[in-house]
Protein backbone atom coordinates (compact mmCIF):
# COMPACT_ATOMS: atom_id res chain seq x y z
CA UNK A 1 0.00 0.00 0.00
CA UNK A 2 1.14 3.19 -0.89
CA UNK A 3 0.90 6.29 1.94
CA UNK A 4 0.07 9.15 0.95
CA UNK A 5 0.32 12.93 2.99
CA UNK A 6 -1.76 16.20 2.94
CA UNK A 7 0.93 18.90 3.04
CA UNK A 8 0.50 22.19 4.64
CA UNK A 9 -0.15 25.17 1.85
CA UNK A 10 2.66 26.87 2.04
CA UNK A 11 3.08 28.18 -1.15
CA UNK A 12 -0.26 29.22 -2.99
CA UNK A 13 -3.48 29.33 -1.82
CA UNK A 14 -5.60 27.10 -3.91
CA UNK A 15 -2.96 24.30 -5.27
CA UNK A 16 -3.52 20.97 -3.29
CA UNK A 17 -0.30 19.34 -2.59
CA UNK A 18 0.31 15.56 -1.36
CA UNK A 19 3.41 13.71 -0.67
CA UNK A 20 3.13 10.25 -1.15
CA UNK A 21 5.65 7.53 -2.16
CA UNK A 22 7.35 7.55 -5.68
CA UNK A 23 5.51 4.72 -8.17
CA UNK A 24 6.11 3.81 -11.60
CA UNK A 25 3.84 6.31 -13.12
CA UNK A 26 6.00 9.08 -11.62
CA UNK A 27 9.27 8.26 -13.30
CA UNK A 28 8.60 9.97 -16.62
CA UNK A 29 7.69 13.34 -14.30
CA UNK A 30 10.80 12.45 -11.65
CA UNK A 31 12.89 12.30 -14.16
CA UNK A 32 11.93 16.02 -16.16
CA UNK A 33 12.62 17.47 -12.56
CA UNK A 34 15.72 15.31 -12.17
CA UNK A 35 17.47 16.57 -15.40
CA UNK A 36 15.89 20.15 -14.99
CA UNK A 37 17.72 20.67 -11.61
CA UNK A 38 21.22 19.79 -13.03
CA UNK A 39 24.09 20.68 -11.61
CA UNK A 40 22.60 20.62 -8.74
CA UNK A 41 21.98 16.74 -9.25
CA UNK A 42 23.72 14.66 -12.20
CA UNK A 43 21.57 13.75 -15.55
CA UNK A 44 20.01 10.67 -15.41
CA UNK A 45 18.41 8.52 -18.34
CA UNK A 46 15.14 6.97 -17.61
CA UNK A 47 17.24 3.56 -17.03
CA UNK A 48 19.23 4.68 -14.71
CA UNK A 49 16.55 6.74 -12.40
CA UNK A 50 14.70 3.31 -12.93
CA UNK A 51 17.86 1.04 -11.11
CA UNK A 52 18.15 3.70 -8.41
CA UNK A 53 14.22 3.31 -7.59
CA UNK A 54 14.12 -0.65 -7.73
CA UNK A 55 17.14 -0.28 -4.65
CA UNK A 56 15.39 2.38 -2.78
CA UNK A 57 13.31 1.23 -0.10
CA UNK A 58 11.55 4.61 0.45
CA UNK A 59 11.72 7.57 -1.89
CA UNK A 60 8.93 10.17 -2.05
CA UNK A 61 7.42 12.58 -4.36
CA UNK A 62 5.48 16.05 -3.33
CA UNK A 63 2.49 16.23 -6.11
CA UNK A 64 1.25 19.53 -6.75
CA UNK A 65 -1.97 19.68 -8.93
CA UNK A 66 -1.53 16.18 -10.34
CA UNK A 67 2.35 17.28 -11.55
CA UNK A 68 6.08 16.49 -9.56
CA UNK A 69 6.71 19.31 -7.76
CA UNK A 70 9.26 18.01 -5.41
CA UNK A 71 11.35 14.32 -5.02
CA UNK A 72 13.67 12.53 -2.84
CA UNK A 73 15.26 9.58 -3.70
CA UNK A 74 17.09 7.40 -0.91
CA UNK A 75 19.06 4.56 -0.61
CA UNK A 76 19.60 2.63 2.53
CA UNK A 77 23.04 1.25 3.36
CA UNK A 78 24.59 -2.15 1.53
CA UNK A 79 23.49 -1.44 -1.67
CA UNK A 80 25.03 -2.31 -4.79
CA UNK A 81 24.83 0.77 -6.27
CA UNK A 82 27.73 2.52 -8.19
CA UNK A 83 27.83 6.12 -7.92
CA UNK A 84 31.07 7.23 -6.26
CA UNK A 85 29.63 9.69 -3.53
CA UNK A 86 27.46 6.45 -2.34
CA UNK A 87 30.22 3.59 -2.51
CA UNK A 88 32.74 6.20 -0.42
CA UNK A 89 30.07 7.06 2.58
CA UNK A 90 29.20 3.20 2.32
CA UNK A 91 33.00 2.14 3.52
CA UNK A 92 32.60 4.80 5.84
CA UNK A 93 29.57 4.39 7.63
CA UNK A 94 26.88 1.08 8.39
CA UNK A 95 23.16 1.37 9.16
CA UNK A 96 22.40 4.55 7.51
CA UNK A 97 19.98 6.47 5.00
CA UNK A 98 21.28 8.05 2.55
CA UNK A 99 19.69 10.86 0.30
CA UNK A 100 20.90 10.08 -3.02
CA UNK A 101 19.32 13.31 -4.56
CA UNK A 102 16.32 15.51 -3.71
CA UNK A 103 15.16 18.01 -6.12
CA UNK A 104 12.16 20.56 -5.78
CA UNK A 105 10.91 22.37 -9.00
CA UNK A 106 11.96 26.09 -9.79
CA UNK A 107 8.29 27.48 -9.16
CA UNK A 108 8.10 25.56 -5.87
CA UNK A 109 11.56 26.59 -4.59
CA UNK A 110 11.57 28.35 -0.60
CA UNK A 111 8.27 26.93 0.04
CA UNK A 112 9.22 24.07 2.44
CA UNK A 113 8.63 21.28 0.34
CA UNK A 114 12.45 20.27 0.96
CA UNK A 115 11.77 20.36 4.44
CA UNK A 116 8.60 18.43 4.82
CA UNK A 117 10.18 15.45 2.45
CA UNK A 118 13.62 15.65 4.71
CA UNK A 119 11.36 15.82 7.46
CA UNK A 120 9.46 12.48 6.12
CA UNK A 121 12.73 10.47 5.56
CA UNK A 122 13.43 10.92 8.95
CA UNK A 123 10.29 9.87 10.59
CA UNK A 124 11.11 6.93 8.28
CA UNK A 125 14.89 6.64 9.09
CA UNK A 126 14.23 6.61 12.98
CA UNK A 127 11.42 3.50 12.14
CA UNK A 128 13.62 1.56 10.81
CA UNK A 129 16.37 2.06 13.41
CA UNK A 130 19.00 4.07 11.13
CA UNK A 131 21.45 6.27 12.30
CA UNK A 132 22.41 8.92 10.46
CA UNK A 133 20.86 10.37 7.40
CA UNK A 134 24.26 11.25 4.88
CA UNK A 135 24.47 13.28 1.67
CA UNK A 136 26.57 15.32 -0.04
CA UNK A 137 26.13 18.54 -1.79
CA UNK A 138 28.22 19.92 -4.81
CA UNK A 139 30.30 22.75 -3.79
CA UNK A 140 32.00 22.90 -7.29
CA UNK A 141 29.88 23.46 -9.41
CA UNK A 142 28.56 25.43 -6.56
CA UNK A 143 25.15 24.84 -4.78
CA UNK A 144 24.98 27.36 -2.21
CA UNK A 145 21.38 27.02 -1.49
CA UNK A 146 21.65 23.33 -0.61
CA UNK A 147 24.69 24.16 1.36
CA UNK A 148 22.36 26.58 3.35
CA UNK A 149 19.63 24.11 3.21
CA UNK A 150 21.22 21.84 5.11
CA UNK A 151 23.29 23.77 7.08
CA UNK A 152 19.87 25.46 8.13
CA UNK A 153 18.30 21.68 9.00
CA UNK A 154 21.11 20.84 11.07
CA UNK A 155 22.86 18.69 9.24
CA UNK A 156 26.69 18.79 9.93
CA UNK A 157 29.51 18.44 6.87
CA UNK A 158 31.77 16.42 7.38
CA UNK A 159 34.53 16.23 5.02
CA UNK A 160 34.85 17.41 1.33
CA UNK A 161 36.34 15.26 -1.83
CA UNK A 162 37.28 16.24 -5.43
CA UNK A 163 36.05 14.03 -8.00
CA UNK A 164 38.17 15.77 -10.43
CA UNK A 165 38.59 18.62 -12.19
CA UNK A 166 35.47 21.39 -11.68
CA UNK A 167 33.74 18.16 -9.38
CA UNK A 168 33.88 18.75 -6.01
CA UNK A 169 31.09 17.74 -3.31
CA UNK A 170 30.76 18.08 0.73
CA UNK A 171 29.51 15.34 2.81
CA UNK A 172 26.81 16.12 5.33
CA UNK A 173 25.03 14.04 8.29
CA UNK A 174 22.72 14.18 11.02
CA UNK A 175 22.46 11.69 13.47
CA UNK A 176 19.32 10.28 13.83
CA UNK A 177 17.72 10.65 17.97
CA UNK A 178 15.51 7.77 19.19
CA UNK A 179 12.27 8.47 20.04
Given at each position: ?????????????????????????????VLKLNNASTPAVNELTKTELENILKMS???????????????????????????DNYTWLDNQFDNYCYVDRIMVDVQAKRNGLGKQLYDMLETYAKAIGAEVLLCEVNIEPPNPQSLSFHNDLGWEPFHDREHGPGKKVRYFKKPISAG
Amino acid sequence: MVETYELSKQFLENEHLLMREIRDEDVDGVLKLNNASTPAVNELTKTELENILKMSHKSWIVERDGVVAAALLTLESGESYQSDNYTWLDNQFDNYCYVDRIMVDVQAKRNGLGKQLYDMLETYAKAIGAEVLLCEVNIEPPNPQSLSFHNDLGWEPFHDREHGPGKKVRYFKKPISAG
